[in-house]
């Protein structure tokens, strides 16, 4: 089962793609993740895509779908993975389409607005990570350690409207893509963790 997962940033996605990596036994395949383990790892194609990061520049295209490629390519994704973080645009699907099959792509779809308050309104402890959400947490001492809560830098309104105005005009193009390829299934992700989860493994049977 090889799978693909879309959501705004926000909406969930991280949480969603665990679950899903655990009950189909696939693994969670994160750009991000297999872009810090080869730059850690000094691999050649890690090196190459740290000097563009270290520039403040975006990788190129070539240089994801060649490190998304290798990972395909071990031997725990033989049986099936779980794509998170990629493919990021319409470039970039058209790439993977030639170096795999893809089965299903589940969109978790949320109202932007909603999830633009989600986002601002969140506040993480200092000191040991816990997210909070004004609207339910008055205080500003963490529950769990009692250290202080903060408004990280990308969860301020400037940074999350242009975090989704950028996922808007990447990803829209990409739902429409796969849509026509009769591949994408969309899950209600304003709804509840275990609602949401329970959507995907009913449309994945």
Known sequence: MNLILLGAPGAGKGTQAVRIAEKYGIPHISTGDIFRKNIKEQTPIGVTAKS???????????????????????????????LDGFPRNLAQAEALDKIANIDTV???????????????????????????HVSTKKDEDCDKCGGKLMHRDDDKPETVANRLNVYTASTAPLIDYYEKQGKLVTVNGMNKIEEVFKEITEALK
């Not at 520049?57 to 031997?75: A, K, N, S, Y």
């Not at 969109?107 to 989600?118: E, F, K, T």
């Open 52 to 82: 563009y990061i270290d520039k403040g520049q975006l990788v190129p295209d070539e240089v994801t779908v060649e490190i998304v490629r290798l990972r395909l390519m071990e031997d725990d994704a033989k049986n099936g993975y779980l």
């Open 106 to 132: 589940i969109n978790i779809d949320v109202d932007l607005g909603a999830l633009s308050d989600r986002l601002t309104g969140r506040r993480v402890c200092s000191k040991c990570g816990e997210s909070y």
